[in-house]
């Protein structure tokens, strides 16, 4: 335990320190924050996922409780984002112990259906109701904390980073906990764990809330880092399985898959998103850029990172089920 | 009147999606598997119909004869390529594997045929009957329930009648003894996925003339034949048909009396309420536990 702390110390160290090296470079930054923000959010997902097994494929939900209830707080109640953190915490929690209540019950196939189903009402409502600006959105102008220059995007890198690390450490330590070692059990099989005695709704409820409060506390940093939010950016049913394929890419259940995860397809999703490789195709003079094909890929290769998104999970669950680390233990 | 008014045109709607609820839980039966890429391929008969009829003319109905053995065959590959490979999967890994082959559909569909929703008019898309009471009958709506009915009871007898439907039948309810019997599972589950993915495409080849024909289309069908199928107890042929009409029903009752609006929240609350009070849904047979 001593020793995966250790770790998580100095790679956040080396981490914290990589602003400073690369200097004043706002896409770069961009795309690291991205890459903190999927980490925690794979990694906060893991904890249910990896340790109890259960695959919620409704995190947006939480994501989106966080992002709204910051956004609706800071518009409305008090201009203070740390009373939008805890109000989105509190919110989700909310939403996490319903639909634990529900369907926590129930085994199977029944936890993945219902969590889809609570995150489809969560975005239709939002969707539908008025207070949370529907189909527009809302658009934050500004805001402030301790006269921190939130314009600048480092406050969100340090941010993002800070929950990455919080959200590893609880990672490392449930795993040497008693919750740790009961929601394992469960995992690998319900009716031996129910028949030692372990209440397996209340750990499974335990470790959805957990999993939750650090989904939402992304969203919260999310809604104040990009100022403005709609029902497509933070409670898309494709926000859920961009976390799940993070997580299963690099590995569920191990400390460091879900990390590893992110730094492989936020970039990817980068490169395909701004179209990158359409423009070094021209480049190598393979593709004309005013020829059909140019053009379609021009027009056309912005939206394909999604399609990239289905043959990547495709190829991964065919061919690499435990994700990367488990290609490595395998190995070993 | 408006009661009976939204009563009819939700059961006529809800004949639809049975079909789709059908082909579903008769993939979730034979290889217990909940198919994530149900709505996609729903999507796939969608334009299937779109085009048979705007390139060759066909009427959208009459294309069924083309779109269902087509469809039964790329059904019958998917699982022969990819399903089949993670039949003794955690559940989560099939599930994860058919949400992938289903974002490939959707989004190869994205990159051919644009964003822009197409729209099936056929000279009778907007004709109705009127009655004198003053009750309309959508023409497209009657025209779809009527062969919906139709293909559910060719699938009825096929299912019971024939000697692959019972060897369906028999995989469905216990897979080690049907194999001990002599029954070639495997080719059991190719048969029932093609035969749920031509039920999904002939969904929506049939809703094709009264919706818009989109690339995400499928997303919405597919809570929908879930809950269906949970309504009706996951793997229940019967449950799922009665399902589909039931679902019909309330979507049409809360459009009419809450706002078009909440229709889908409706459903997903009833969904939530199905798992909560009766998990192995009217017709399962208990185990959801």
């Known amino acids: 335990m001593k020793k995966q702390l250790t770790i998580i110390a100095i790679v956040a160290a080396a981490a914290a320190l990589l602003p400073i090296i690369i200097g004043e470079n706002p896409y770069i930054t961009g795309i690291m924050i991205s890459m903190l923000m999927m980490a925690a959010l794979a990694s906060a997902w893991n904890i249910l996922g990896g340790f109890a097994g259960q695959y919620s494929f409704g995190h947006a939900a939480y994501f989106g409780a966080g992002a709204y209830t910051t956004m609706i707080v800071l518009s409305r109640l008090n201009p203070n984002p740390l009373f939008g953190i805890v109000a989105g915490i509190i919110v989700a929690c909310i939403i996490a112990l319903v639909t634990g209540s529900i369907v926590f019950r129930l085994r199977g196939h029944y936890f993945g259906l219902a969590s889809i189903a609570v995150a489809e009402i969560v975005r239709l409502s939002t969707l539908n109701f008025e207070f949370t600006g529907g189909a527009q959105g809302i658009l934050l102008s500004d805001v402030s904390l301790w006269g921190i220059d939130l314009n600048s995007k480092n406050p969100f890198y340090y941010g993002m980073l800070l929950l990455l690390v919080v959200t590893l450490s609880i990672t490392v330590w449930l795993g040497k906990s008693k919750t740790g070692y009961y929601l394992q059990a469960i995992r690998e099989d319900q009716d031996a764990a129910a028949s030692l005695g372990i209440n397996l709704a209340f750990y499974k409820k335990k470790a959805l809330l957990i999993s939750a409060a650090l989904t939402s506390v992304a969203g919260s940093l999310y809604a104040v880092y990009i100022r403005f939010i709609d029902t497509s950016a933070v409670l898309d049913l494709r926000l859920s399985i961009e976390i799940i394929l993070t997580a299963i890419i690099g590995g569920v259940g191990t400390l460091w898959g879900p990390v590893i995860g992110a730094l492989l397809l936020v970039p990817l999703a980068e490169v395909l998103r701004s179209n990158v490789l359409g423009d070094l195709l021209v480049k190598l003079g393979l593709v004309s850029e005013t020829s059909g094909i140019g053009i379609f890929l021009k027009e056309n290769l912005a939206h394909a990172h999604v399609l990239a998104y289905g043959i990547i999970t495709v190829l991964c669950i065919l061919y690499l089920p435990k994700g990367i680390l488990g290609l490595f233990r395998r190995v070993k | ?289």
């Open chain 2, 1 to 289: 009147m408006l009661f009976l008014q939204s009563l009819l045109s939700g059961i006529l709607t809800g004949g639809v999606y049975a079909l789709a609820g059908i082909g579903m839980s008769l993939v979730f039966g034979v290889m217990n598997i909940s198919n994530f890429a149900h709505g996609d391929l729903m999507m796939l008969g969608m334009y299937l119909a779109y085009f048979a009829f705007t390139l060759l003319k066909i009427d959208p109905y009459l294309a069924l004869l083309l779109i269902m053995p087509i469809t039964f065959l790329f059904g019958f590959m998917l699982e022969k390529v990819f399903i089949n490979r993670v039949i003794n999967h955690p559940h989560q890994n099939q599930i994860l594997l058919t949400i992938g082959l289903g974002l490939i559909m959707s989004n190869t569909a994205l990159l051919a045929f644009t964003s822009d929703p197409k729209i099936l008019t056929t000279t009778y898309s907007s004709s109705a009957f009127n009655s004198a009471s003053g009750i309309s009958v959508s023409v497209p709506l009657l025209l779809s329930f009527l062969i919906t009915c139709a293909i559910t009871a060719i699938l009825y007898l096929f299912l019971s009648r024939t000697r692959t439907g019972m060897a369906l039948r028999a995989t469905s309810q216990n897979r080690e003894a049907a194999q001990l019997m002599g029954i070639n599972v495997a080719k059991m589950s190719a048969i029932a996925f093609g035969i749920g993915t031509a039920l999904a495409a002939t969904a929506g080849a049939l809703i094709a003339p009264t919706y818009y024909i989109h690339p995400l289309a499928g997303h919405s069908f597919l809570l929908k034949a879930f809950t269906i199928c949970v309504l009706g107890g996951l793997g229940s042929v019967v449950g799922a048909g009665v399902g589909g009409v039931i679902i019909g029903v309330v979507e049409s009752m809360a459009s009419t009396y809450i706002s078009s609006d909440w229709k889908d929240v409706v459903v997903f609350m009833l969904f939530l309420a199905v798992l909560l009070f009766r998990p192995q849904g009217l017709f399962g047979k208990k185990g959801g536990q």
